[in-house]
């Protein structure tokens, strides 16, 4: 019984895409506006589209200055900010100015890009195929890291007229780098140094409701879950509303897949921008992608999808079992930010994950830090953002 209702929860936390039931008394223009969009804050926006190689069309923004230094418009250091899982470029600048790192690393001069993996709100588009195929969804990290990195990275410094371009990873998209750094060399070499805050490699120890979706079996996760966008059922949302989080704004919180699967500091969450956050979250992805983390919490490793079967993975990788990827390969200077109460990036999981980055240059463990306090706490800036931004000054010199 305990199972089902976990299950239950999950269909219901996965939400709408905006994530939330009922009506915010919101005041916020920002809740309507996409992530180019630059008539509230006053900071530039520009938008572009990067074509992978197998035909997804991602959206790519860019803050190409600052409020402060908008009569300078010369050549700028280049810093390109990646999103987590279920999120989107907007999580780097969905607080305000002085706390969003987008908005920051603008007004210390740097011209800044916001990547989007594909199967997000901005990023659903593909050459060959359509959304609504099973044949759009056919993807996990592994094809980000394989074709959506490679393809931003060198579209952005290929219109920036650069060498190189400073990488801030959250999440999944440490996860993503660590794989495109160690498998690519020659695009490691393009990387001045990355920035990983929240660090996610292997999940052994993730302690995310996540991770009670390896109890499912996989038949049954398909026909819970489909098997294209990771997405929405809504027949337990009276459960959780009532037994769970009868709190008005608990619930709204609850119900959102994002902070279920990642948790949230309530008491280092700025409320006031909650429905900035739900609007824009979660971004989608893949029920593929949803799996290879349920896989990845089942077998301990930080390796490719499993395709299901010996032949089948012979036919992706040349091999009867999923490869491993080896960090050790990885030459890119790092930093690293972690948490001491994050539940997806497990202190365990980072503790086996430091040891075998052989270019780790600082790392900073925040003991009440949780999975989204490194994009939307309060006090990140204090904690992170001026950290980084005093490292890439230094970098400058």
């Known amino acids: 019984m305990w199972l089902l209702l976990t299950v239950a929860s999950l269909i219901s936390a996965l939400g709408t895409t905006h994530g939330f039931r009922g009506k915010l008394n919101s005041e916020s223009p920002e809740v309507t506006m996409n992530i180019s969009d630059d008539r509230h804050w006053a900071h530039p926006r520009e938008e572009y589209e990067v074509v992978t190689e197998d035909g997804y069309m991602l959206g790519t923004n860019r803050i190409p200055y600052g409020k402060k230094n908008s009569e300078n418009r010369g050549q700028r250091p280049v810093v390109f900010l990646q999103h987590g899982l279920l999120g989107s470029a907007s999580n780097w600048i969905s607080n305000l100015p002085n706390n969003s790192l987008g908005f920051l690393l603008a007004d210390a001069d740097y011209d800044v890009w916001l990547g989007n993996s594909r199967g997000n709100t901005w990023a659903r588009r593909n050459i060959y195929y359509s959304p609504d195929s099973v044949e759009f969804w056919a993807f996990s990290f592994d094809e980000m890291a394989k074709y959506d990195l490679p393809s931003t990275i060198n579209f952005i410094l290929k219109k920036t007229g650069q060498e190189k371009l400073h990488y801030v990873g959250h999440s999944q998209g440490t996860s993503i780098s660590f794989i495109t750094f160690c498998t690519n060399p020659k695009l490691a070499k393009r990387i001045k140094a990355f920035y990983a805050l929240a660090p996610v490699a292997t999940v052994k120890y993730m302690k995310s409701l996540l991770n009670k979706l390896t109890l499912i079996p996989l038949f049954l996760f398909k026909i819970i ?30 119900t959102n897949a994002l902070f279920i699967f990642c948790g949230f500091n309530y008491k280092n969450l700025n409320i006031s921008r909650l429905d900035v956050y739900l609007s824009h979250n979660p971004a989608g992805t893949s029920v593929q992608n949803i799996l290879h983390w349920t896989q990845a919490a089942k077998s301990g490793k930080f390796q490719g999808f499993d395709w299901g079967s010996p032949v089948q993975n012979m036919m992706h990788y040349n091999q009867p079992t999923p ?45 009440s830090y949780n999975h989204l306090d490194f994009i939307w706490a309060t ?14 000054k230094e970098d400058k010199k």
């Open 323 to 367: 490869p491993n990827y080896n960090l050790t390969d990885m030459r890119v200077p790092l930093a690293v930010w972690s948490g001491g109460n994050d539940r997806l990036a497990d202190p365990q999981d980072v503790d086996l994950l430091l040891p075998k980055l052989s270019n780790l240059t600082y790392h900073k463990k925040i003991p």
């Open 379 to 392: 006090d990140a800036p204090q904690e992170v953002y001026n950290e980084i931004i005093s490292m890439m």
């Open 225 to 254: 879950f489909g098997n294209t966008i990771f997405s929405p059922h809504n027949f337990f949302d009276e459960f959780l509303a009532t037994k769970v989080c009868s709190h008005e704004m608990l619930n709204l919180l609850c």
